[in-house]
């Protein structure tokens, strides 16, 4: 089976920078996936990784460890608008994704 | 934009009845995913197609079904529908669905049962 795990909620402060962890557990591993996602609205697509290390997007970046079934995702320079709920997915060779239960995260001013 | 339409956006109707959601997937994206997601809880996958053929199938219930069609756009249909189906709908779509790729979302039709 497939397990994955973050933290429910998180709390920062504009300018700020905060790092949300993933651990998960599974087999065929094909990639982690990050996604972010505003109440109410559509999960948006924000990082892959499918090697160990740092991928850095702008104020985002996203790192992998295979061995230890970890990842997070950094948040730099935090706004108001990252206030949203951000969710850790794995991509397997099975067929589907699993979806973690996702962290979300305030920023106050 | 992410290319994915959902329709309708918005549907109310009432215990026991019947609804078709409907999906457009991102051009030159061959798999489909259903997803439930229920106020302030995580996505539920529900069922994936790829290519007209069920792929893989999730926590979806029996009173549920979905299909794809050969122009690819997919269907879900919920059916004896009750209050805790009231949830949004989201589908999604990938090139080859086979978990390497990113999967880009519609807006979602949010459904509520009264």
């Known amino acids: 089976g497939q397990n994955i795990d973050q933290p429910t909620e998180m709390t920062a402060t504009e300018g700020a920078i905060v790092q949300i962890n993933c651990t998960y557990q599974?087999?065929?591993?094909?990639?982690l996936f990050w996604y972010q996602q505003h109440a109410g609205e559509a999960p948006t697509f924000l990082s892959y990784n499918v090697l160990d290390g740092l991928e850095e997007k702008g104020r985002f970046s996203s790192f992998l460890s295979r061995s230890k079934g970890y990842s997070y995702l950094l948040l730099k320079e935090l706004q108001m608008k990252d206030s949203a709920s951000y969710l850790c997915?794995?991509?397997?060779?099975?067929?589907?994704?699993?979806f973690g239960p996702g962290t979300r995260l305030s920023v106050l001013p | 934009d992410s290319g994915v339409t959902q329709t309708p956006k918005h549907l109310i109707t009432a215990t026991g009845q019947r609804v078709t959601l409907r999906c457009s997937p991102r051009s030159g994206d061959l798999s489909v995913y259903w997803y439930q997601q229920s106020l302030d809880q995580g996505l539920q996958f529900l069922i994936q197609?790829?290519?007209?053929?069920?792929?893989a199938k999730g926590n979806i219930l029996e009173r549920f079904s979905a299909q794809q069609f050969p122009d690819l756009h997919s269907e879900l249909n919920l059916s004896s529908l009750e209050l805790g189906d009231s949830a949004l709908y989201f589908c999604?779509?990938?090139?080859?669905?086979?978990?390497?790729?990113?999967?880009?979302f519609g807006d979602g039709t949010r459904l509520s049962i009264l």
């Open positions: 197609y790829y290519n007209g053929e069920e792929r």
């Open positions: 997915a794995v991509g397997n060779y099975g067929q589907n994704f699993v």
């Open positions: 599974t087999s065929g591993f094909n990639g």
């Open positions: 999604a779509s990938s090139a080859t669905g086979t978990g390497n790729q990113p999967q880009h």
